[in-house]
């Protein structure tokens, strides 16, 4: 069975400081791990995926994220947030015996001046 | 660029009143997702097509339906809306399903309001 733990419901950074998100989750098999964001009003837009290829995955809008199998981790940072970041953040795995996803519950990242 | 689509974007209706979102992709992608997403919640899957293979999930409610007239198009039929209805329902396709690389691809939404 898969699952994801999304840590965070909010979470809240002025802009310019860092960003965290976290994400634990559990697998099976291999599994393939997501970050999309969606912003209000919007559909989910993809910000990265990790695949068995390198564990530090860069995204767009220089967010990165890093899997660590032995922490059954995933979290998403950014250097320095942007106004334009907050946003909804969901955390997905997938893996490779289930056709379908499985979302965190998702993270509002609040950006303030 | 080549995008999934949905319309309208808004969609109000009635009590009871049958109601039909649309969805198309120009990805050429042969699995089609619709989800139901409440306010603050995650998306929850309703339904998808593998081509022309229609795969219901479990829970969702009969009130349900969906049609996938060739590739491109898909659409979701609530044949009587009711108030717990209301949300933001997602189209998505993916190239292919089993594998765990294959991503999802999101169109923008609908919103239906049901008064």
């Known amino acids: 069975a898969q699952s994801v733990t999304q840590l965070d419901s909010h979470v809240s950074v002025s802009e310019g400081t860092p960003v965290l998100l976290r994400c634990n989750y559990s697998s099976s098999y291999s599994p393939s791990l997501f970050w999309y964001v969606q912003h209000p009003n919007k559909g989910l837009q993809l910000l990265l995926k990790?695949?068995?290829?390198?564990?530090l995955v860069k995204g767009i809008n220089g967010f990165e994220a890093e899997f660590k199998k032995s922490e059954t981790s995933f979290h998403l940072t950014k250097p320095s947030a942007h106004m334009s970041d907050a946003a909804e953040y969901f955390c997905v795995v997938k893996d490779s015996g289930y056709s379908t996803l499985t979302f965190g519950k998702g993270t509002m990242l609040l950006v303030s001046p | 660029d080549a995008m999934v689509i949905q319309n309208p974007r808004y969609q109000v209706t009635q009590f009871g009143k049958p109601v039909t979102l649309s969805c198309s992709q120009t990805l050429n992608h042969n699995v089609m997702y619709w989800y139901q997403q409440k306010s603050s919640q995650a998306p929850k899957l309703l339904f998808h097509?593998?081509?022309?293979?229609?795969?219901n999930e479990a829970d969702t409610p009969d009130n349900f339906q969906s049609r996938r007239p060739n590739t491109s198009f898909c659409f979701l039929d609530i044949r009587s809306p009711g108030l717990g209805d209301a949300a933001m329902y997602l189209c998505?396709?993916?190239?292919?399903?089993?594998?765990?690389?294959?991503?999802?691809?999101f169109g923008p939404g609908t919103r239906l309001l049901v008064l």
């Open positions: 998505a396709t993916s190239r292919d399903r089993e594998g765990a690389r294959e991503t999802q691809y």
């Open positions: 990790y695949t068995s290829a390198a564990t």
């Open positions: 097509y593998y081509d022309k293979d229609f795969n």
